[in-house]
């Protein structure tokens, strides 16, 4: 089933939460706090976060955002106070449900399934291609080496997801082009080399799956 952190700095809380997680099928790690919380959030991979509001360090809200600046993995916050403000606060901060305490723990476990299945986002679900420390999360648009996260340009991971579903075959930079760019692109071929060199330095070891073929194009092997 999925990967949950449970974030919470009462530790009755977060046993209760987890008693009932781990029924339903789910594997649960804990954190007491919100500064805790980000570093592994950030630094590992988990299909859905269960975040308190008022915790030391770091509240649920802020927590909640500096994860969005790193990962979309869904979050459903727990907080004491219901108040229409505080329920649009939490989704402005984008967090994917929000329910109040005192909670019913099997409806809190209902609304983990329904989330996990909007966002498509348990491990088994995951459209993902590996290749040894190579990662690629096509639905999260993300792409990480041996954990660490790969910032590229918005063109760059268009280029690298499309050679990645078409690893094995020769694209011809036609192909490429249109595929990437579309057919009202005007530029021309060293367009597409600019932004193969600038992959492959970004892809560092890796940038020799990466194949020329001259006279025809590139392409990505993995074997």
């Avoid at 760059?156 to 082009?177: H, P, Q, S, V």
Wanted: negative net charge; hydrophobic residues 40%.
């Amino acid at each position: 089933m999925a990967k949950l952190l449970v974030v919470d700095d009462e530790f009755r809380i977060r046993e209760i939460i987890k008693k009932y997680a781990v029924f339903e099928g789910h594997t649960v790690e804990e954190s007491a706090d919100g500064m805790d919380a980000v570093s592994k959030a950030i630094n590992g991979d988990y299909d859905l976060i269960i975040m308190d509001v008022m915790m030391p360090e770091l509240n649920g809200f802020s927590a909640c955002s500096e994860i969005r600046k790193h990962k979309n993995t869904p979050i459903i916050i727990l907080s004491a106070r219901g108040e229409e403000y505080d329920r649009i606060h939490g989704f402005e901060t984008g967090v994917d449900d929000y329910v109040v305490k005192p909670f019913s723990p099997k409806e809190l476990m209902m609304r983990v399934a329904a989330v996990l299945k909007r966002s498509g986002a348990t491990q088994q679900e995951k459209d993902i291609f590996s290749y040894k420390g190579l990662e690629v999360d096509f639905s999260g648009r993300i792409v990480t080496i041996d954990g660490e996260r790969v910032e590229m340009t918005p063109k760059e991971y268009d280029l690298f997801f499309y050679m990645c579903r078409n690893k094995g075959i020769a694209l011809t930079r036609e192909n490429l082009i249109s595929k990437v760019w579309g057919y009202d692109f005007f530029g021309d071929d060293r367009t597409l080399d600019t932004h193969i060199k600038l992959l492959r330095k970004s892809l560092g070891e890796y940038s020799s799956l990466i194949v020329t073929l001259r006279g025809v194009g590139y392409r990505f092997e993995a074997n």
